[in-house]
């Protein structure tokens, strides 16, 4: 037992400047078999070697105008304008850790790796989760985009009047109408059609069991009641690809959850779920995204500077070096003497930002 404290103690000095590649690499391996974290999924990376930078903020009329001209012989070709301004961003740092204790590894049945696996496992999870919630937060609410609609219980004339549609979840609604309507505005602002659209898991059940979905033929599965099949059948109707509609999964409490300042304790009930601050009342989980449906235009390989996008997310990557499918999140080990403990430590720096608001339409309450 004392080998394997002196084997955990052993830390080489450099790992307290550098980072730990096992450690990223047991990170990578986490982001990729995580399916239900979808945020780093949905809209491109805009790498700035700068906390604080600036990025390019689209102007529609550049798109819809034609400026190509007729040139008479022996004449200059006319000049072309392409229309963005700047604006400037600056990212969120974010870090958490986890502590190894010497206790810990003394009395481990399992091998020592396997206990540094686990914390870095759990700090990558934590991030993935802070990164969804970051996500939801900046893009998938209303007044953030150029166009907001909401849903209401009460029957509408068409499928959308001044703004409001009869929410998805009631007999009467038309979902794949109201969706059509959203594709076709966006497309009218900014000469963009949306490629992308969000929603959380509870709006796609409701979708599901919507019936309008149910009895529109455009099953391209086997299997019409699953997932899949409703998806392509959205997907076909939208003329979109399955792949970029993403029903996000992460659960967390509705209400803020009670951490203790000074253990890092959460206040859970005896089964280990959060409750309030008295320890008496559970509380509610629900699915991180609210209860509404985004649209946007997505360029996966644009910052925003030359090909249109609606939002990119903004990484510092001079401190935090871009890790591909881990975003900037890097991944390190060190000792803290003081606790007799090895820490497991995540940091990253990145914030979403809007590029193009007429590239986006949020439909709100749509259950």
């Known amino acids: 037992m004392s080998e394997q404290v002196n084997k955990a103690k052993s830390v080489i000095t450099e790992s307290s400047v550098h980072y730990d590649r096992p450690l990223s690499d047991y990170s990578v391996k986490v982001v990729q078999e995580d399916a239900e974290f979808k945020a780093r ?32 012989e022996g004449t200059e070709a006319s000049m072309a304008k392409y229309g963005v301004s700047r604006k400037t961003f600056t990212t969120a740092v974010f870090a958490l850790k986890q502590p190894v204790t ?84 966006i497309q009218l602002k900014s000469g963009l059609r949306p490629n992308t659209v969000v929603m959380p898991r509870t709006v796609f059940t409701a979708l599901k069991r919507n019936q309008v979905i149910k009895t529109t033929k455009l099953y391209t599965n086997a299997n019409s009641g699953s997932d899949d099949a409703v998806l392509d059948t959205i997907a076909s109707h939208l003329g979109l690809s399955p792949s970029r509609i993403f029903v996000l999964d992460v659960v967390e409490p509705s209400t803020a959850a009670t951490i203790d300042g000074a253990t890092y304790a959460i206040t859970v009930n005896s089964e280990g779920y959060a409750t309030d601050v008295a320890g008496t009342t559970d509380l509610v989980n629900q699915f991180v995204g609210g209860k509404g449906i985004l649209f946007m235009h997505i360029d996966m390989a644009s910052s925003g500077q030359y090909s249109a996008t609606a939002a990119v997310c903004c990484q510092w990557t001079s401190l935090y070096p871009d890790a591909g499918v881990l975003g900037n999140t890097a991944i390190k080990r060190y000792r803290e003497e003081r606790l007799s403990s090895e820490m497991i430590e995540g940091q990253t720096a990145f914030s979403y930002h809007i590029v193009a608001p007429a590239l986006g339409l949020y439909l709100a309450d749509v259950i």
């Open 41 to 72: 999924l949905i809209v491109s990376n805009f790498n700035s070697s700068k906390k604080s930078d600036q990025y390019y903020f689209y102007e529609p009329a550049y798109f819809m105008v034609n400026q190509v001209k007729a040139r008479a």
């Open 102 to 185: 010497d206790e810990q590894v003394a009395n481990a049945d399992m091998p020592i790796d396997r206990i540094y696996e686990d914390a870095t496992k759990f700090i990558t999870r934590q991030f993935l989760l802070n990164k969804e919630k970051a996500l939801a937060s900046a893009l998938l609410a209303a007044g953030i985009w150029a166009t907001d609609w909401t849903g209401q219980d009460a029957a509408v004339a068409e499928p959308v009047v001044a703004g409001a549609f009869q929410k998805f979840s009631n007999a009467t609604s038309a979902p794949l109408d109201v969706m059509d309507a959203a594709m076709e505005a």
